[in-house]
């Protein structure tokens, strides 16, 4: 048999059945013909005749559905800007057709197709609604493309460190990952939808390939689809084989859970976490807000560590997460806050010894006590001076601990007392995996209620759940029959006595007109260089806070690769060591999100116990008048204290 190289062919293939089945793509390469018989996919029988071949299958079984790819003609979308976790907008705004399109086949272009052929894709989310509809695309797409294989959890849903954990270890390792997720917004048919690409490090897309899918979707023309493929039952556990022009495109859907249930017990002392959850003494409550959380909180927390089940909140994903806001925060978390008597009503029922919660996608989360609030800074503080002893993963010692910039220096105190590398980096996940990648870090935080170590590259709610269990475990280990337990409360108030206390709060003014929000920027800009305006505003306004020593703009240099990213936030610093930081979110559909970052540090163990508002209120009254909020936006409140 002789064919010519890239010959125009017809593809037949005769089922053992009779029926037949044949590709409509007219040009089909010899060198696809010579990889299906080099792959074994059956027994071929090629025949050529004018220029045709033929295919013969002689096989008893036709697993292989063939598929063909269109490239379907498209305009630009404004504002397909990546912000800082992805791209999120409103459901009304994602299923315009060819929205969602332009932006997946813009971050395959700038993947450049050789790395997209070939490559193995996770594609998932927290389940949030459009996500399913959402799968079935970037499917199609990821076959036109020439992808060889995606990896689906079972109706869609991982969680985002789940994903990551998937794409670095699953068996194999994976090329990327779509995540399809808008992590805290609401979900539902009127609210947000999003999409992120990770890399295969596990970790979000660096500003490098953000920047050019931002620019790719300015100018892209047409994209490529599968349109005839049919769906995938992503609720069924499975494998899917199909055929195209690039070859073999499979379809796997696995079980959302088993990968990270294994990655957690690799890390953690699950025995001895067992043993707190069992006694009497503790009580334990765990509310996922309907996200994709409680696709892990039966497994992990009641199969694996004997928790009641009557201790889980909320722990079905739902597409509209119940109708909330999938954020654990204070304000948004309410149910679990009224459980562990920090609401306004009083039950007059104990509140459990711990509470935590976990945001839409289960990679925040929130730390509570009976009755106390754990601040994300302090958490990831707390976390990193006793993980050496309280946590498996760490105790040959911890390579370095960063934090996000708006984020509490806690971290710092903590770093400089026990000698470790310590980096201050924008806001945002993605900063920290060049640095997990390159062995300098080994735990990191930000005060936005994410916390994490170098397991996976992105936050972890439930691995920070685990690893205050692992911290109260330890602390309680001979003291499981003692009169009283050591609470979230002992450990948060000795570290404070031991590194001083860093009082924070953060104020959102959500959703304000973003040109006012711009504005109210450009002029903390124009005011940064002048100390003694500064000053004198600040004078005015309180004459008991402490002198500005220092105003700048945060720009980072990235240690490891030397990107630099700038206009990081605005930042005023006192000669009391207090710090006001402005900036304006990236994670927003709508209008603008300008947040106010809020910090004061008391050394003095006679101070330390103040409430944290009243102890910040000068410093609020300060930044309020230096940023002319109200002038600027029109808004007397913040519409969330955290
Ligand atoms: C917010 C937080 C930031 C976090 C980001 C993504 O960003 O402040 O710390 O990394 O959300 O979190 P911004 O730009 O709105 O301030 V998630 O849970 O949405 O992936
Ligand atoms: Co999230």
């Not at 397909?80 to 929205?99: A, C, D, E, N």
């Not at 304000?512 to 100390?531: I, Q, R």
Request: with cysteine; net charge neutral; glycine share 10%.
């Amino acid at each position: 048999m002789s064919f010519g190289y890239e010959q125009v062919c017809r593809l037949f293939y005769f089922h053992s059945t009779g029926s037949m089945a044949f590709t409509t793509a007219s040009v089909i390469t010899i060198t696809w013909v010579v990889q299906i018989k080099k792959r074994n996919l059956g027994h071929f029988l090629i025949r050529q005749r004018r220029g045709i071949a033929f295919l013969f299958d002689l096989s008893n079984e036709v697993t292989k559905m063939v598929f063909e790819v269109s490239k379907v003609p498209t305009t630009p979308f404004d504002g397909q800007k990546p912000g800082t976790s992805g791209l999120r907008k409103k459901v009304k705004v994602f299923v315009q057709p060819h929205y969602l399109h332009n932006f997946v086949q813009s971050t395959f272009n700038a993947l450049t197709p050789e790395k997209v052929r070939g490559a193995t894709l996770v594609v998932s989310g927290d389940g949030r609604y459009f996500s399913k509809d959402a799968v079935q695309i970037i499917i199609k797409m990821s076959a036109a493309n020439g992808v060889r294989r995606v990896w689906v959890g079972q109706n869609g849903l991982l969680s985002t460190p789940a994903v990551s954990a998937v794409i670095r270890e699953r068996g194999s390792k994976a090329t990327g990952a779509f995540i399809l997720t808008a992590s805290h917004n609401p979900g539902g048919p009127n609210e947000d939808f999003g999409i992120k690409y990770n890399m295969e490090n596990g970790g979000p897309a660096p500003e490098a390939i953000t920047d050019k899918i931002f620019e790719n979707t300015k100018t892209i023309k047409e994209y490529l689809i599968a349109e005839g493929l049919p769906n995938v039952d992503i609720s069924a556990i499975g494998v899917t084989n199909f055929t195209g022009p690039e070859g073999q495109f499979d379809v796997e859907v696995f079980d959302s859970a088993s990968d990270f249930v294994k990655l957690m017990k690799s890390i953690f002392d699950f025995e001895l976490i067992r043993k707190l959850l069992s006694s009497p003494k503790f009580t334990f409550c765990y509310d996922a807000l309907h996200g994709v959380g409680g696709a892990y909180a039966n497994r992990i927390f009641v199969e694996e560590l004997g928790a009641q089940k009557s201790s889980l909140l909320n722990c079905v994903p739902k597409e509209d997460f119940g109708g909330g806001h999938p954020d654990p925060n204070l304000t948004y978390a309410k149910e679990l806050v009224e459980r562990m008597g920090l609401g306004k009503s009083n039950s007059g029922v104990e509140p459990p010894e711990f509470g935590a919660a976990s945001d839409g996608d289960a990679d925040r989360n929130m730390i509570l006590g009976k009755r106390f609030f754990v601040t994300p800074s302090d958490s990831v503080a707390i976390i990193a001076a006793n993980a050496v002893n309280a946590i498996p993963y760490f105790s040959s010692g911890l390579k370095g601990v960063a934090r996000s910039m708006p984020t509490s220096a806690a971290l710092d105190v903590v770093a400089k007392n026990l000698g470790l590398k310590f980096f201050e980096v924008p806001t945002g996940w993605k900063f920290f995996g060049n640095l997990m990648d390159a062995g300098m870090c080994s735990i990191c935080g930000e005060e936005s209620f994410g916390t994490g170590s170098d397991h996976i590259r992105e936050k972890d709610g439930i691995w920070a759940v685990l690893a205050w269990l692992s911290i109260l475990a330890y602390k309680n280990k001979e003291n499981l029959s003692g009169d009283k337990l050591v609470s979230v409360e002992d450990i948060v108030r000795q570290h404070w006595a031991t590194y001083g206390r860093h009082y924070y709060t953060r104020y959102d003014y959500e959703n304000v007109d973003a040109g006012g929000a711009k504005d109210l920027m450009a002029n903390m800009v124009k005011l940064m260089p002048t100390l003694n305006e500064i000053n004198t505003i600040v004078k005015g306004a309180r004459p008991d806070v402490s002198k500005v020593v220092n105003a700048d703009e945060f720009e980072y240099k990235d240690p490891v690769d030397g990107s630099v990213s700038k206009n990081q936030g605005i930042r005023f610093f006192f000669e009391d060591g207090s710090r006001l930081v402005f900036r304006l979110s990236g994670t927003g559909s709508e209008g603008a999100t300008i947040r106010l970052y809020i910090e004061q540090y008391e050394k003095d163990p006679s101070k330390i116990g103040r409430e944290s508002q009243e102890a910040l209120a000068p410093l609020v009254e300060v930044a309020l008048k230096l940023s002319k909020m109200q002038e600027f936006t029109g808004r007397a409140a913040p519409t969330v204290i955290t």
